[in-house]
Structures are given as C-alpha cells and as structure tokens.
C-alpha cells in the first residue's frame, strides 16, 4: 500500500488569500474539487483491497490430511 501511496503524483493545495472576500475564480475550485475527490477515490481503492491471511498453520506445499482418510486407512490394515 506505501508503494502505492508513493506512485500516486503529489498534491499542489493552492494557497488560501486572508481576505474575507471568496474566491473568483470557480473553475479553480472546481478543478481542486474534482482532483480531491479523484485523490480521495484512489486512496479508497488502495486501502479498500481484500487480504489473503493464512490461518492454516500449514507449510507451503502440504497437503491437508482429512480425518475421513484417516479412519478409511485405519480401517483397512
């Protein structure tokens, strides 16, 4: 997921005038809207994704014994 978070380009925030006046200019906003959401939509699918966790305790490459072939072997000696 880091490397992920790294690949994605980084994020410009323009800054903020202290005037009380709002800002003019609403195809910026609209821009930054669409950029943050985008951002924000990308960083849900990375962290959103499904992980295998391996609670099986077995090596890799066993095969698991059943206990219906143990007792069909037991049964046969």
């Keep these: 997921m880091r490397a992920d978070l790294a690949a994605l380009?980084?994020?410009?925030v323009a800054k903020l005038s202290l005037t009380s006046h709002p800002p003019e200019d609403d195809a910026a906003v609209g821009a930054l809207t669409r950029k943050t959401n985008q951002l924000l939509e990308k960083l849900q699918q990375i962290s959103a994704q499904v992980?295998?966790?391996d609670?099986?305790?077995r090596g890799p490459g066993e095969i698991p014994i059943l206990r219906?072939?143990?007792t069909l072997s037991?049964?046969?000696c």
């Design 74 to 76: 037991e049964g046969q």
């Design 68 to 70: 219906t072939e143990l």
């Design 9 to 12: 380009p980084p994020i410009h």
């Design 55 to 57: 609670i099986s305790h």
């Design 51 to 53: 992980k295998v966790v």
